[in-house]
């Protein structure tokens, strides 16, 4: 994992742990998919890439790998079926072999050899299970199919459609054989909004559950710590034991600390104290993440906030928000009462309040119509809040 030019931190036994669960042989099962949450900027991704990825690829697998947040215009089910696309390109001969030997009539899609593969997109009228099962057979091996961001899926209708036919390839393509055809990964930066993809039979893999991913600990700061000594004087060292303490104070974000230290670095030539240094780095990051959400608070009307509380206690309870449930609507009550408000909401001023919050992106609603915080760093920095 890189936290800063030249410094990179594998982490290759997670990396086989997950890959045995896939295969249903670790200790955790998740041969049914993994639903993998961490917060953003917390190294996700970059394991995925880094680690995780190339270790499929060490077991024979392909990895199809695609991030729905890289094109947030464009609508999810398109930026899967472009990855798949992408993936069958390269198996171009292998597909017009395999449509000859077998006639384009069993591979249901394939009507004509005349798909263009200089376009990156599935013919039409090709179905998510069928472009995989193809590019099983085409490549002769297991797949590995990785969505990051996998909530931003549940924005869009079609994006739901999209997972309910990745359950079904996943069916299609497991089920009864002695190799699995496909696996399955799927992560997300809101442990909230991820759950939605499992929580109840409505939704696609109802069953499964939300895996939390491991942050980063010690072993990295005390390698990084390791690496960015080689690079100063020895009368000049950083400690391990305050890198790890900047660490944390940031959320054990590693791009934090990285903007931390290059920040400290441009004062190594005026000041001796690192540890100092980056003590009041890291209170300075934090600082200014819980000032934007002072801001952000202060904008708020007296039902907008009491609307908003209710969903972080929700939240930090790990239970889901029902925004017109009599529950609801007495507990914004209290919270009204609280603020010195002589309210009586009803479900309209609470209907008008999230409308408001999520104006102001602070809430997220899913195409079906769940509440959820858009950031749940929110719901942390509001229970620490000490009342004006």
């Known amino acids: 994992m890189s936290s800063s030019a030249g410094f990179v931190f594998r982490r290759p036994v997670l990396a086989g742990q997950i890959a045995d669960g896939l295969t249903g042989a670790g200790l955790l099962d998740y041969s049914s998919g993994l639903f993998l949450a961490a917060p953003r900027r917390t190294g996700k991704s970059t394991f995925l890439r880094e680690d995780l990825i190339p270790e499929c690829q060490k077991r024979g697998w392909l990895a199809v790998y695609v991030d729905l947040w890289s094109d947030r215009e464009t609508d999810p089910a398109e930026l899967i079926a472009t990855a798949i696309a992408n993936a069958l390109v ?44 193809l590019l099983h057979q085409a490549s002769g091996q297991s797949l590995a199919l990785v969505i990051d961001e996998a909530q931003h899926a549940l924005s869009t209708d079609s994006g739901i459609n999209a997972m309910f036919a990745l ?3 996943r069916d299609e393509l497991n089920q009864g054989r002695e190799k699995p055809g496909v696996y399955m990964v799927f992560t997300g930066s809101n442990r ?9 039979r409505s939704q696609p893999f109802f069953g499964s559950s939300v895996t939390t991913f491991p942050l980063l600990g010690k072993e990295f700061t005390c390698a ?165």
């Open 167 to 169: 359950k079904a390839a």
């Open 90 to 133: 390269p198996f171009e001969k292998g597909i017009r072999k395999l449509a000859k030997s077998l006639g384009v009539d069993k591979l249901n899609f394939l009507r004509t050899l005349s798909w263009d593969f200089t376009q990156p997109r599935l013919p039409p009228g090709a179905t998510l299970s069928q472009a995989l099962e």
């Open 224 to 388: 990084y710590t390791a690496w960015l000594n080689k690079h100063l004087a020895q009368s000049n060292q950083f400690d391990a034991a305050d890198v790890e303490h900047a660490f944390e104070q940031v959320g054990r974000r590693p791009e934090m600390l990285r903007a931390i230290i290059s920040t400290v670095a441009l004062e190594l030539g005026e000041a001796g104290n690192l540890g100092a240094l980056l003590r009041s780095g890291a209170e300075a990051v934090l600082a200014g993440a819980w000032n934007e959400f002072e801001s952000a608070w202060n904008t708020l009307t007296l039902p907008q906030r009491a609307v908003l509380q209710v969903m972080v206690d929700r939240s930090l309870a790990s239970e889901p928000f029902a925004p017109f449930a009599d529950a609801t609507v007495l507990a914004v009550s209290k919270v009204l009462e609280t603020l010195g408000s002589g309210l009586v909401p009803g479900t309209q001023t609470i209907q008008a309040s999230i409308e408001a919050l999520r104006e102001k992106e602070l809430v997220w609603k899913s195409s079906r119509g769940a509440y959820v915080l858009e950031d749940k760093s929110f719901a942390h920095w509001l229970s620490l809040r000490k009342p004006a």
């Open 192 to 200: 909230d909004k991820l759950a939605h993809l499992v929580l109840s």
